[in-house]
């Protein structure tokens, strides 16, 4: 618990003025330094491997597939064209969203808070823990880009369930990791696709 809380803690930091706390290198170390402290088994190796990038490149393709279909709704385009986006593009896209976003949440969220509150409560009520967290943690990402705090929670807790759920099945971290990089990264493109038309 009182990882989940330090994790919720940590993301209410992101819109202070302390040295290094949005650069993304420095959050992908912190994830990973923090997986590795809490004895996480990230599964980057062998057949935990193989099966993360199986059943991630399924999820992966579903999530495409989802973000393409939702720009056929005129409001879901109208949201994305009203976003104010991080510049410059390519860093955003190549360095951002891969390592300050994806790597870091992944390891500290699936691999370091998912290993700790599976010991602590077991498997389904440590993944609903890390999935309680991870909707916490997007509070402030949803004040500041003025969408709806309950709204963003709810989605982003279901979508932290369901990435536990591809990590405990494929037995790596490279499976969620694969399907929320495509969440993201599809989400920008699309973004920047409609506003640059």
């Not at 618990?1 to 992101?14: F, W």
């Not at 759920?165 to 495509?182: I, N, Y």
């Amino acid at each position: 618990m009182a990882l989940a809380a330090g994790l919720v803690g940590h993301s209410a930091t992101a819109g202070l003025a302390i040295p290094g706390r949005r650069h993304p290198v420095v959050q992908a170390v912190l994830g990973v330094a923090l997986a590795h402290g809490a004895g996480a088994r990230l599964g980057l190796r062998g057949p935990q491997l193989r099966a993360g990038l199986r059943i991630g490149s399924v999820a992966a393709s579903a999530v495409a597939v989802g973000v393409a279909v939702s720009l056929a709704l005129p409001g879901v385009r109208a949201a994305m064209a009203a976003r104010t986006l991080p510049g410059p593009a390519w860093k955003w896209l190549l360095v951002r969203i891969p390592l300050g976003t994806v790597c870091s949440e992944e390891a500290m969220y699936r691999g370091a808070l998912g290993a700790v509150a599976a010991r602590a409560f077991g498997a389904r009520g440590g993944r609903l823990l890390q999935a309680f967290a991870f909707g916490l943690s997007h509070v402030v990402d949803a004040r500041a880009a003025g969408e709806p705090v309950v709204g963003t929670v709810l989605v982003t807790g279901a979508a932290g369930w369901v990435f536990g759920w591809l990590a405990e099945r494929s037995g790596s971290v490279v499976a969620p990791a694969l399907a929320h990089l495509t969440v993201n990264e599809a989400g920008a493109l699309a973004a920047l696709a409609i506003q640059r038309r």
